[in-house]
T-cell receptor, first 113, second 112 residues
Framework: EAQVTQNPRYLITVTGKKLTVTCSQNMNHEYMSWYRQDPGLGLRQIYYSMNVEVTDKGDVPEGYKVSRKEKRNFPLILESPSPNQTSLYFC????????????FGNGTRLTVT | RKEVEQDPGPFNVPEGATVAFNCTYSNSASQSFFWYRQDCRKEPKLLMSVYSSGNEDGRFTAQLNRASQYISLLIRDSKLSDSATYLCVAPSLYNQGGKLIFGQGTELSVKP
């Protein structure tokens, strides 16, 4: 089944404790992206990647890192999480950046205390 | 002005009603648009892609008006299961790399 898989689904952590949210897609998509969704603010792009070893900042990249060492994986790293990073996170992929719809993972609900 | 704007609703309609949402976009050169459906705190799911004047899939019809720079989503014969938030997506005006911008979403509630 074609899908984008995120893990974990739920994560509660404390301020400053490094964490990684994994994202993997099995559709051979070139483009991958991370979003966060907060009430009243909609979906905001954190980072994106147009292909292996090609990543760039989105609208809200502060406090996050990403890597794209393989085409299928695009992990999101929070080196020192803070409470303002409490949010619902989505990974998404598409065949290409132009004209292709995004396919979303099922989300990670992160709480930082 | 936001690049993609939607009426947030909520739209409260009875079962069987026809309901339409509009979405305005800023990038006049946009060629592709999308409507997504999002259930509460779940991932957005692609409902329809719109590449030309419009698209139809069963009870759902999407139309594109390039002159006025808006796309619409029409839902006929509403079902209880149509209750969700509908997100309009269009390419960014400011980013030439094809970045997609999501509207804030329109909430639909279909009542018995």
């Amino acid at each position: 089944e074609a899908q984008v898989t995120q893990n974990p689904r739920y994560l509660i952590t404390v301020t400053g404790k490094k964490l990684t949210v994994t994202c993997s897609q099995n559709m051979n998509h070139e483009y991958m992206s991370w979003y966060r969704q907060d009430p009243g603010l909609g979906l905001r792009q954190i980072y994106y990647s147009m292909n292996v070893e090609v990543t760039d900042k989105g609208d809200v990249p502060e406090g996050y890192k990403v890597s794209r060492k393989e085409k299928r994986n695009f992990p999101l790293i929070l080196e020192s999480p803070s409470p303002n990073q409490t949010s619902l996170y989505f990974c998404a992929s598409s065949l290409s950046r132009f004209g292709s719809p995004l396919h979303f993972g099922n989300g990670t609900r992160l709480t930082v205390t | 002005r936001k690049e993609v704007e939607q009426d947030p609703g909520p739209f409260n309609v009875p079962e069987g009603a026809t309901v339409a949402f509009n979405c305005t976009y800023s990038n006049s050169a946009s060629q592709s648009f999308f409507w997504y459906r999002q259930d509460c705190r779940k991932e957005p799911k692609l409902l329809m892609s719109v590449y030309s004047s419009g698209n139809e899939d069963g009870r759902f019809t999407a139309q594109l008006n390039r002159a006025s720079q808006y796309i619409s989503l029409l839902i006929r014969d509403s079902k209880l299961s149509d209750s969700a938030t509908y997100l309009c997506v269009a390419p960014s005006l400011y980013n030439q790399g094809g970045k997609l911008i999501f509207g804030q979403g329109t909430e639909l509630s279909v009542k018995p």
